[in-house]
């Protein structure tokens, strides 16, 4: 799914003219991305969280060539999917009762 499949579900769901269903998924987006660039938690009830985390700088290791280098310290985007959306995947994924 595309940015504009989300714009457009919004369009057929709730109403509002193209236009606006893009404009309102560009202010969530962007709010999520200023949230989350500001190192803070996004928790949306029924379908989980966004968190930053900050790694720490390390050594690690070329694997063609075994030479040692430094991992710089970055920060890294997680997300836990809530039970909820966990739920909803493995019910999707179980085969549908036999027809008698």
């Not at 057929?12 to 893009?22: M, Y």
């Amino acid at each position: 799914m595309t940015k504009a499949d989300i714009i457009e579900s919004v369009y057929e769901k709730v109403g509002f003219s193209k236009k606006e269903a893009a404009e309102v998924v560009e202010m969530v987006f962007d709010t999520i991305k200023e949230t989350l660039e500001r190192g803070e938690k996004i928790k949306i009830s029924g379908f989980g969280n966004f968190i930053v985390r900050e790694k720490k700088s390390r050594v690690g290791r070329n694997p063609q060539t075994g030479e040692e280098i430094e991992i710089s310290a970055r920060r890294v985007l997680t997300f836990r999917p809530s039970q909820v959306l966990k739920n909803a995947l493995n019910l999707s994924d179980m085969p549908s009762p036999p027809v008698a």
